[in-house]
């Protein structure tokens, strides 16, 4: 059919536009997240090393075609900060929480505009 080679180049580069747009999306509110953990004072432990508060980290990232955001500890006691004496050290847990709304407000803004 004459044309349609045309029109699915043109949906493919519709599909990667956006791809980009979202990953870039993403991107951002990892960062906006790790910028936020690592904030002075945002820890709900006491900081004495600054070892945990430095190594938060956060990530954007594709997987099997799902695009996910990771949080996570560099420092090799992080695990015993988000698990122990009932998670009331976490910070990566309610820092997920606090951006999802964020985020899914944002991908709504894009998808509309």
């Keep these: 059919m004459p044309g349609a080679d045309r029109v699915i180049n043109n949906l493919d580069l519709w599909s990667l536009r956006h791809?980009?747009?979202?990953?870039?999306?993403?991107?951002?509110?990892a960062l906006e997240a790790e910028n936020w953990?690592?904030?002075e004072g945002h820890q709900p432990w006491q900081n004495?090393?600054?070892?945990?508060?430095?190594?938060?980290?956060?990530?954007?990232?594709e997987y099997e075609g799902d695009l996910r955001i990771n949080l996570h500890h560099t420092a090799e006691y992080g695990v015993q900060l988000e698990l122990s004496h009932n998670r009331r050290y976490a910070i990566l847990e309610?820092?997920?929480?606090?951006?999802?709304p964020e985020f899914m407000e944002a991908l709504r803004r894009y998808l509309n505009a």
């Design 48 to 61: 004495r090393t600054h070892h945990a508060r430095l190594g938060l980290t956060g990530k954007a990232y």
């Design 37 to 39: 953990m690592k904030a």
């Design 19 to 29: 791809k980009a747009a979202v990953k870039v999306l993403a991107d951002t509110q």
């Design 94 to 100: 309610p820092t997920l929480r606090r951006i999802a």
